[in-house]
């Protein structure tokens, strides 16, 4: 069971680090460095799902996180 939770838990991590990663920069921040930041700006739908795969992700891992406090 806790083997199960650990590999759960890793791999929500790492799925979370990607989907937190493709998302577009939103600000003047180190994101918009290059001319390309804002020629991506216009992709909502792909935006709005980008979110739900994140939220989900997250989710999991708190989810995960919070059984394995149980079990150990």
């Known amino acids: ?4 939770l650990l590999l759960i838990q ?8 990607v989907f937190v ?3 577009a920069a939103k600000g ?5 460095i ?8 216009s992709h909502k739908g792909l935006e709005e ?3 739900r795969l994140t939220g989900i992700a997250a989710g ?3 989810l995960s996180s919070l059984f394995l406090g ?3």
């Open 34 to 41: 290059g001319v390309q930041a804002r020629m991506f700006a």
């Open 28 to 32: 003047e921040g180190l994101g918009s």
């Open 21 to 23: 990663l493709l998302h």
């Open 10 to 17: 890793m791999t929500s991590a790492l799925s979370l680090i």
């Open 60 to 62: 999991i891992f708190l």
């Open 49 to 51: 799902g980008l979110n």
């Open 1 to 4: 069971m806790k083997i199960l």
């Open 70 to 72: 149980i079990v150990h």
